[in-house]
């Protein structure tokens, strides 16, 4: 549904419709909350699908992570092999169908803004509306990170993130640098090693895990996101402490034919490559930065909420002296399955929040 009409009064605002945002808005409604007119979803993509609409078409769903179910309808893909690119945003758009959820797009938010009279000022490139609660479920592929590098901008080949890359096809007979010691990397190192020359940098040493990841390690993981937020620093990645899983088949290939040899993070870059204070050097053609990405929040800077180390304080999903700001898919909630729980546990605090004595429908 796209939406260009007036200014619009709701109880929630929703701001994305990726995992993060779908689970919430099916548990708002299972909360209580009317569609439409109790809540309503903006989402700034053209299309169902969140950021799975923008991976590369080699990404199948047997290489991803785990694509989680959202709550109420599981995802039961018939082919590991088929392209996550297609089947992730046909199940999103099959749920949005099959619970009319009110997703409107495209819409693009661009503020939140406190109101005089309390309420929060959602401005779009197709208006504003108002809400008494807001619940921010951006993600983070809008905000890819690269960090900085001495001479950086000297270098003459081709500088790149994980967000641009569609096919190892388009470096054939070039060499590539690809940076990051996370399963973006490792992927993209394995089929783009397949026809041409690689080398793989690392900041730190990589954490390869042998075996399944278990629920004690992923508690360990996501307690030690949980600590960050609630001291206001700026979240790591779930995924990103898991480790390297030796199990995957592509890490399994990458080690056996030797292309996940990384090499410390370089101290510069020059015209032609990348350079390390002890005097190595490599010769590059394609710098690929697989280096993560940060919290798509600017959207509520109005709000002035930042801790001091530069993210939000937030207790479960609520942002620390702002009740009626919930943030579902940051910090500890930031995965498939951490979303889920997140999103509903965001409705539960709004439903009391904002209507302590309305009865829940027959269906929760």
Do not use: C, K
Request: glycine fraction near 12%; avoid cysteine; aromatic fraction near 8%.
């Amino acid at each position: 549904m796209t939406t260009a009409g007036p200014r619009r009064d709701v109880d929630v605002v929703v701001i994305g419709a990726g995992q993060a945002g779908l689970s919430t808005a099916w548990a708002l409604a299972r909360q209580g909350f009317e569609r439409g007119s109790g809540f309503v979803v903006l989402d700034g993509e053209e299309a169902p699908g969140g950021a799975w609409r923008h991976r590369w078409p080699s990404l199948t769903l047997g290489t991803t992570h785990r694509v989680h179910d959202l709550p109420g309808l599981p995802f039961r893909p018939e082919d590991a092999a088929a392209p996550a690119v297609e089947s992730v945003p046909a199940y999103f758009a099959g749920y949005e169908r099959r619970f009319d959820l009110p997703v409107l797009r495209p819409v693009r938010v661009t503020a939140v803004e406190r109101t005089d009279d309390d309420r929060f000022a959602v401005v779009t490139d197709r208006g504003s509306w108002t809400a008494r609660a807001v619940v921010n479920a951006t993600g983070t592929w809008t905000r890819p990170f690269v960090p900085r590098y001495p001479g950086q901008e000297l270098f003459r080949g081709r500088q790149l993130h994980t967000v641009d890359y569609r096919t190892a096809e388009e470096f054939r007979g070039q060499h590539v640098v690809v940076v990051g010691g996370g399963a973006s990397a490792t992927q993209l190192l394995g089929e783009i090693s397949r026809v041409t020359s690689t080398t793989w940098v690392t900041r730190r040493p990589p954490v390869w895990r042998e075996g399944p990841f278990d629920e004690d390690a992923g508690r360990a993981v996501v307690a030690e996101v949980e600590r960050a937020v609630r001291e206001g620093r700026r979240p790591g990645s779930v995924v990103g402490l898991t480790g390297l899983l030796t199990s995957a088949p592509y890490v399994r290939d990458g080690l056996d034919r030797g292309v996940l040899e990384r090499l410390p993070v370089f101290d510069r870059i020059t015209p032609d490559g990348v350079a390390w204070d002890d005097g190595r050097s490599i010769r590059a053609d394609v710098i690929l930065w697989a280096t993560g990405f940060r919290a798509a929040v600017g959207h509520l800077a109005p709000l002035r909420l930042r801790a001091p180390g530069g993210g939000f304080r937030v207790e479960g999903t609520q942002v620390v002296g702002e009740p009626r700001l919930h943030l579902v898919g940051y910090g500890p909630s930031a995965s498939t399955i951490g979303a889920n729980r997140a999103g509903q546990a965001a409705a539960r605090a709004l439903r009391r929040e904002l209507h302590p004595g309305m009865p829940l429908p027959r269906t929760a």
